[in-house]
């Protein structure tokens, strides 16, 4: 039976909305010195200068807003109002794991059928592994891999530790970019699921050949009919 | 033959001096403020209370320093002194990866006799990754377990991880509470090789008994006698 494996954010639960909930913050403070449209570039280029430097995930993000307040006002933001920014990026920390819909009857159901799951995630260690804990999904997955780097290399190395051949691993997720195009490099299978907002660093687009759930409530019903 | 775990900052390569030498640039800046005495604190209490928002690592070290700052000036300091310890931080996540004496050769020579060897070590994901490559060592680990925290559950599932009892395991490095403490408690071997200076976060005592080598370059002479 084909062993699945489910990116996290933005296809298990809400991520990308705190960022722009986050940035819309950004943009009421720094918009005060200088014009929104500039912060926002700003701020896009800063965080995709810092990728090498900090990795994903929300840490690096406010870092990465700090730096550009501080630079396109030219020292000119207050303390308190960078203190904002941080607060702001402390929130999003603690942002509750809401599930998509669909997400938890659809992993109950593939675990039930007995399902091989692993859960596939990228960002911060510590943030993830609390989101995890939190989802009350941990117990359907039999392996959850948190990367740094969503490349062909590691997806070589997790269809390995699960003792498959690429053939038989499927994966499922929201961005083309990380949860479909490295993998079918790697001869394996993908699933997309879209999610209504994609960060400009992750968007990519396929073919159009890749199979596309509407939410993962069909997945089911795909494998079921699609893979063994 | 036993499976030994190595622990990465502080036991293989240099990592508490980077946080000491930022520590000083920060007493430095926040120091035309308040005591230095006070600024040490109170930035010892903000990553206190942020280690569960935050986890361990670099980046979470920069924005306690931030938070730090911002709160003890009363939001006096400068957005250009806050850049300047926002640079501090990033200046640490490029240090380069400074191997202690001792190391290369002997983990050279446990990977050389067949010894399999784990690294086991917390912080980043990214950045320990980053570290680890840049340490040369990685192709001398059979495994390479980058955790959130250093517990008893975490050790189990190492261990389990490399298919052995937790007799059979055996961890080496400098921090008691992390490396020796919770290593013990799952009824595995700890060997403590201690670093010079340890984070605050970090001290612990053991009771005496723990077998305590000078440096990592006593490792496989003291495995050969007490490490079948």
Redesign the interface.
């Known amino acids: 039976m084909t062993v699945i494996g489910l990116d996290g954010d933005d296809t298990l639960w809400h991520s990308e909305i705190y960022f722009e909930r986050t940035q819309r913050r950004f943009l009421d403070l720094v918009g005060r010195y200088v014009p929104a449209t500039d912060a926002m570039a700003a701020l896009a280029e800063v965080e995709h200068r810092n990728l090498d430097?900090?990795?994903?995930g929300i840490?690096?993000f406010?870092?990465s807003m700090?730096?550009t307040?501080?630079?396109l006002?030219g020292?000119?933001?207050?303390?308190?109002e960078?203190?904002a920014l941080?607060g702001a990026?402390?929130r999003m920390?603690?942002h509750p794991v809401d599930l998509l819909p669909g997400v938890d009857e659809a992993t109950a159901a593939l675990a039930a059928e007995g399902r091989r799951l692993v859960l596939v995630t990228k960002g911060?260690?510590?943030?993830q592994?609390r989101k995890i804990l939190a989802s009350g999904l941990a117990d359907r997955f039999e392996r959850i891999e948190?990367?740094?780097e969503k490349d062909p290399p590691t997806y070589r190395r997790v269809i390995e530790s699960m003792g498959v051949e690429p053939a038989a691993f499927c994966m499922v997720g929201n961005s083309v970019r990380s949860d479909v195009l490295p993998v079918l490099e790697v001869g394996a299978r993908a699933v997309h699921v879209p999610y209504h907002v994609t960060w400009a660093h992750e968007h990519a687009d396929h073919d159009g050949s890749v199979p596309t759930l509407e939410s993962l409530a069909e997945l089911p019903a795909w494998l079921a009919e699609h893979a063994g």
């Open positions: 430097r900090y990795g994903y840490k690096g406010t870092l700090l730096e307040a501080i630079e006002t020292g000119e933001i207050s303390a308190a960078l203190g941080l990026g402390q920390l603690e911060d260690l510590h943030h592994e948190i990367v740094a």
